[in-house]
Nanobody, 128 residues
C-alpha cells in the first residue's frame, strides 16, 4: 500500500485544516490507519487512529475535542479534520496503516513501530 498525505499548510492559531491520507495500489478499507506528527527535534507522536470495519477511533489527549478522524471507503481515503489549531500543533504530519485485515489491540495504535505502511509527511504550521 502506498500512502499519500496531503492538506497541510500555514495557518493562524484558531484556524482549521483537513488532512487527507489517500491510498494507491490497493484498497485501504481493510486497514487500521493512524496519524502521527513530528516536530523538529522531537519524537514522532501519536495523534489519532481509526479502525476499519466499525471505524472506532482513538485520539491523543492533546487533540481530543479539536481533531476528528474519519474515513471514506468509497474514496479510499482517511481524513484528519483539525480545528482550533494551536502553535503547538506545528509539525510534519504522517499517516500510517497496519496491514490489511489485522486488528491491533488498543495499546498498539499509538506505537509507530507497529505500523506497516507509511506515507510521506505533510507540513502543518500554525502561527500565533
Amino acid at each position: 500500500v502506498q500512502l499519500q498525505a496531503s492538506g497541510g499548510g500555514l495557518v493562524q492559531a484558531g484556524s482549521s485544516l483537513r488532512l487527507s491520507c489517500a491510498a494507491s495500489g490497493r484498497t485501504l478499507n481493510s486497514n487500521t490507519v493512524g496519524w502521527f506528527r513530528q516536530a523538529p527535534g522531537k519524537e514522532r507522536d501519536f495523534v489519532s487512529a481509526i479502525r476499519y470495519g466499525g471505524g472506532t477511533t482513538r485520539y491523543a489527549d492533546s487533540v481530543k475535542g479539536r481533531f476528528t478522524i474519519s474515513r471514506d471507503n468509497a474514496k479510499n481515503t482517511v481524513y484528519l479534520q483539525m480545528n482550533s489549531l494551536k502553535p503547538e500543533d506545528t509539525a510534519v504530519y504522517y499517516c500510517a496503516a497496519f496491514r490489511a485485515g489485522y486488528r491491533p489491540i488498543s495499546g498498539l495504535l499509538n506505537d509507530p513501530d507497529r505500523y506497516d505502511y507509511w506515507g510521506q509527511g505533510t507540513q502543518v504550521t500554525v502561527s500565533s
